[in-house]
């Protein structure tokens, strides 16, 4: 199997010891300027580990040098040792840290909107679904930015849209924090089913046993708004097997931790009124109550109804879900803060704006857009 590896190599000695690894085809290193790429061998010792291309460039701690090379995942890990033993040190990208703007081709040639596109660039690689980078970054390319530059003619008529823009803030947050959904309820009532439904791929096994589901299974899922994670639990009851009673605990668990519990119940065989386990899953804070397998036995009144078997209610299942997590009316279109600098700014524009205060309004607006003196978001134009 081929693919391609970019090996980043940074630091005050990132440029010698690349050198030490590197042999270029034709031109010596030295005579290569910053950014130009340069063909040549990656070797240990005497053996090549494969071609490569790289480049070097000058960063804020020393130098930055990048390694393409194409020999797949095994001459990549050779490659990692080698530099290991050339005195480089090997750590794992951090998908939450924040992107160096510096690196990113957008900041050299200069960010429109400089502060709001900063940080977009921060808070996208939290962004884990492709609904959910969409719109991240329309609203640099066009929602909050747009809003921001239109409201400068006339801040006093906008002043509601500011308002509404600032209080999406908190819908914005769900999207990019990942809430925890957790299916529980009693055993063979269809929760595998639907979690593998909800999450569109058979993470869980489904049979017709009881306690087919022990450990937890967790999946990614894309519901539609907010990426959640779907977590399956066992079957809440009391059995006496000692493997079973230490599932029935760990779903216990998911339960107290989760953002949002989807309580599931067969609608063909409903539990009783008395049963402790569903007595207890009803009292949580944040439930959903869902009938399953109503392709056999309607829903009860006001009970969402959803069918693993035929489909039947699963949109709906997911709009509640979005709705419930309180991302649910989040249009991708629509002006929305996604850091708490800009909901600020918006929100004590919005009230300026409404008093009359126009130029101060704009000032604002102007630092949402670009940052300002003493604004933690300061954008220092390369
Ligand atoms: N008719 C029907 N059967 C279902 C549905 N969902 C699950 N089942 C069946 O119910 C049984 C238990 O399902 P499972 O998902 O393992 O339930 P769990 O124990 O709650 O995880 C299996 O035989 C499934 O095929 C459904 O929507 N309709
Ligand atoms: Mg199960």
Redesign the pocket.
């Known amino acids: 199997m081929g693919g391609i590896a970019v090996i980043v190599v940074q630091g005050p000695d990132a440029g010698a010891v690349v050198r030490r690894v590197f042999r270029p085809h034709r031109r010596p290193l030295e005579s290569l300027e910053p950014d130009r790429l340069c063909l040549g061998s990656l070797v240990d010792g005497g053996e090549v580990l494969d071609e490569a291309l790289v480049t070097f460039t000058p960063a804020p701690d020393g130098t930055r040098a990048e390694i393409n090379i194409h020999g797949g995942p095994r001459i990549a890990q050779r490659a990692l040792l080698l530099l290991e033993r050339e005195g480089a040190a090997v750590v794992e990208p951090d998908p939450l840290g924040p992107i160096d703007p510096d690196h990113w081709p957008l900041a050299a040639g200069g960010l429109n909107n400089p502060a709001i596109g900063r940080e977009l660039l921060q808070r996208l690689p939290r962004a884990m679904t492709a609904g959910v980078v969409t719109c991240l970054t329309r609203q640099w390319s066009a929602g909050l930015s747009r809003l921001a530059r239109d409201a400068m003619e006339d801040p006093g008529a906008r002043a509601e849209d500011l308002a509404a823009a600032a209080e999406r803030y908190e819908a914005m947050r769900v999207l990019l924090a990942v809430p925890e959904v957790v299916l529980a ?10 979690a593998n439904a909800l999450a569109g791929r058979a993470a ?5 046993q ?1 306690g ?2 022990r450990d937890w299974v967790r999946t990614l899922a894309d519901l539609g708004g907010p990426p959640v994670w779907l977590t ?1 639990t066992a ?1 809440l009851w009391a059995p006496d097997d000692p493997i079973d009673r230490l599932a029935v605990d760990r779903a216990w668990q998911r339960v107290d931790r989760a953002d949002l519990v989807v309580a ?1 119940f ?1 609608a063909s065989a409903p539990p009783a009124a008395e049963d402790p386990h569903w007595t207890r899953l009803l009292a949580e804070r944040r439930v959903l109550v869902v009938a ?5 036995a309607p829903a009860p009144p006001g009970v969402l109804g ?5 489909g039947q209610g699963l949109a709906d299942l997911r709009r509640a879900i979005c709705r419930r997590l309180g991302a649910g009316d989040l249009d991708g279109d629509a002006p929305a803060a996604f850091t708490e600098r800009q909901a600020a700014l918006l929100a004590t524009a919005a009230i300026v704006a409404r008093q009359g205060e126009a130029a101060q309004a704009r000032a604002l607006l102007t630092e949402l857009l670009e940052g300002g003196e003493g604004s933690a978001a300061a954008v220092e134009q390369p």
């Open positions: 309820g009693p055993p063979n009532a269809g929760k595998s089913s639907l869980s096994i489904v049979t017709d009881p087919t589901t399956d079957g599931v067969d399953g397998k109503i392709d056999l959803v069918s693993a078997r035929d």
